[in-house]
């Protein structure tokens, strides 16, 4: 049976359903059914669109019980990570966004306050919502409200050090607060760490009934579910006994704690949280779930549970997409050929190790890697911890996520002049996820660190130069970034001037473009298109854009006009950065930079938000053509010696 058959003829009561109220009148029976129906659904939408498949079939019965006890959008519930809230999506009357999911004019893959009044927090970086919860409460609480505030934070998530930051004072406030653990013992992969050890001897305990042993009939009766046998995982308690059932962990910081609870079992879940609901003071539930609860081929992937592809084919999960080399796999075959050669290089990452290629490392050598889980203050000052003990440490995490470490960056790394390199995958515009996931702002916030040493590689052999050339580094922090993706095919440089490498030159010498990173190959093209014009276009990748090479500013001498084209933000990008050295060396070429406007840019295709943000080869030759013309009509400035004047 295809995929539109399934949804067809399993979706009756789905189509009921367009907001939570529908949710709260159906019977125990029908929430069986329904929940069987939302996991075809997720199967049949995401496998065209990809997204985040994984974790929200996890929490099918968990987001049918939150609706059913609680009344949103009045009380609010918070989505920590927010790539869980498919099913809340669902439930909240967004089903025909599905189409359309991550997509350009669809739904977002996260919570979104554009689309719905039922969200609330959408910036989706984790271990965040339970400090967003506590803020709320204590509004409420001083407003006089009567309002519910439940914040569902995964057990990666509460690898964060904010989350605990957040319990202390949640602790200490007292305020009605209701928290959801939901410990499917994943964040990305098996959670790290002293908390999720605790969890596991919860879930262990012999002393809780196993209800994991079958399946619900109505579940098994689905075509793309089928029907899995569900060996026990967890040995979970079902229901609640005696109300609330203090753990010390929790109950040392004055939070009371319900659970273990079957994630899995609607009416446990919603009997866990209604006891929650009417306690009148912080409650965590503690919910263990499955992730890819229900689907065969996301619960069979050891990696990551399809925590989230690309398209894929229904019937077998297996991505639809040719394979091709990704900037990742360059990156993680070249570190381990390093590592071969020095015993000293280590490896760490956030709860991210296959997402950033880490995780090659550590199937060859797993002492020398270090998963801290969802913590990337920690990983920057642990990774400088591990330099002064004479190591080299690589942290790679995503571009968008190193944001968050920026103070220990600076101070824990730089200012001590470590040899730590970060490696920041999905640089620029990443697409699909969204403003929150673009990683557009680290060439802006960390160019101002002192000392910190910023590399762009626009292939696979500079990638595996540049990446050489950090860990050779050994008086302070290096960064190497590089975009989502098929990596570029490779660029040879036409000749090297000190790093700078020269991608193609003329007789002329009207414009220097200056090409960041994977947009060396655009910059070509720009110079073919000027060309036309009758234009000389010197091109050129300066490979290491921090600190701005003296190199750079030579050859921005010899030229009518600079041009700048970098995936980041202008503001403070590497743009703004040569103008101010060209200042500094008294260099008066004018320079334009192009990039990024520091702004919230929609989610789409990497192409489709370049193209909106003029960012092509074909916006750019028209601009620097137009800049040129302007030059050549310009009056003469007697103060230049019969120069024209610069604007």
């Known amino acids: 049976m295809s995929v539109e058959e399934g949804t067809a003829n399993h979706g009756r009561l789905l189509g009921t359903v367009r907001g939570p109220q529908d949710v709260k009148r159906m019977t125990a029976e029908q929430l069986d059914i329904l929940a069987a129906e939302i996991r075809d ?11 985040h498949v994984g974790p929200n079939l996890g929490v099918v019965e968990l987001t049918l019980a939150m609706h059913r006890v609680f009344d949103s959008p009045r009380d609010r519930l918070l989505f920590d990570t927010g790539h869980q809230a498919y099913v809340h999506k669902i439930l909240t009357g967004r089903q025909e966004g599905f ?33 967003y919860a ?3 409460a204590k509004a409420y609480a001083l407003r006089g409200e009567k309002r519910s505030v439940v914040a569902v934070v995964g057990d990666g998530a509460l690898t964060g050090g904010m989350c605990w930051e957040a319990l202390n004072n949640i602790a200490t406030a007292g ?72 753990q010390a962990m929790f109950e040392d910081l004055g939070i009371k704690y319900v659970g273990p609870v079957d994630g899995h079992d609607v009416p446990a879940v919603e009997a866990a949280l209604r006891a929650a609901k009417n306690f009148g003071g912080p409650v965590i539930v503690h919910a263990v779930t499955r992730k890819g609860y229900g689907y065969r081929p996301a619960e069979d992937d050891e990696a990551d549970c399809l925590h989230g592809p690309g398209a894929f084919d229904a019937e077998t999960g297996k991505l639809l997409a040719v394979p091709s080399v990704k900037w990742t796999n360059v990156f993680a075959d070249e570190l381990v050929a390093i590592a071969d050669e020095r015993p000293d290089v280590v490896g760490i990452t956030a709860a991210m190790a296959e997402p950033t290629g880490i995780a090659t490392l550590a199937r060859k050598y797993p002492e020398r890697v270090y998963d801290v889980g969802i913590a990337e203050q920690h990983a920057a000052t642990s990774a400088a911890g591990l330099a002064m003990g004479g190591l080299h440490p690589v942290v790679a995490v995503y571009a968008t996520f190193l944001n968050r470490a920026f103070d220990q960056v600076l101070l824990d790394v730089a200012m001590h002049k470590l040899p730590v390199t970060f490696v920041l995958d999905r640089a620029g515009i ?54 989502t993706g098929t990596v570029a095919a490779d660029l040879p440089a036409v000749r090297r001037v000190g790093p700078v490498d020269v991608l193609a030159e003329s007789a002329r010498t009207d414009v220097l473009l200056v090409a960041v990173g994977s947009f060396a190959g655009l910059g070509v093209e720009v110079a073919a298109r000027v060309a036309e014009q009758g234009y000389g276009v010197t091109v050129v990748d ?105 604007s």
């Open 41 to 51: 659904f997720l199967i049949a939408k995401v496998s065209r669109t990809g997204g």
């Open 175 to 246: 305020n009605p607060l209701v928290i959801v653990v939901n410990d499917n013992g994943r964040s990305y992969s098996p959670t790290i760490g002293g908390l999720a050890d605790h969890l596991s001897s919860l879930r262990l305990n012999p002393g809780y009934e196993k209800v994991l042993d079958t399946v619900k009939d109505a579940l098994g009766n689905t075509p793309f579910v089928g029907k899995p046998m569900y060996e026990v995982l967890h040995a979970v308690k079902k229901g609640i006994k005696d109300a609330v059932a203090p």
């Open 134 to 136: 506590d803020g709320l």
């Open 542 to 646: 300066p490979r290491w854009v921090r600190p701005v090479p003296a190199e750079l500013v030579e050859l921005a001498a010899g030229h009518r006009l600079v041009v700048t084209v970098e995936d980041g933000v202008r503001i403070g990008g590497v743009g703004s950065a040569l103008a101010q050295a060209m200042r500094d060396a008294d260099v008066r070429v004018p320079v334009k930079d192009m990039g990024v406007p520091a702004d919230w840019h929609p989610h789409g295709t990497r192409a489709q938000i370049l193209a909106d943000l003029r960012l092509t080869a074909q916006d750019v030759a028209r601009d620097v053509t137009g800049w040129l013309s302007g030059l050549d009509a310009a009056p003469v400035d007697p103060a230049t010696n019969g120069a024209r004047a610069q």
């Open 99 to 131: 189409d359309k999911l991550r997509q350009r004019g669809g739904l977002s893959g996260y919570p979104s306050q554009a689309e719905s009044e039922h969200d609330l927090i959408e910036n989706s970086h984790a271990s965040t919502a339970l400090s």
């Open 430 to 483: 990443t697409g699909p996820d969204g403003p929150s996931h673009y990683g557009i702002w680290d060439m802006s916030v960390f160019g101002v660190v002192p000392g910190l040493r910023i590399a762009a590689p626009r292939d696979s052999a500079t990638l595996r130069e540049e990446l050489r050339e950090a860990v050779a580094v050994d008086d302070g922090p290096t960064i190497l970034r590089f975009p």
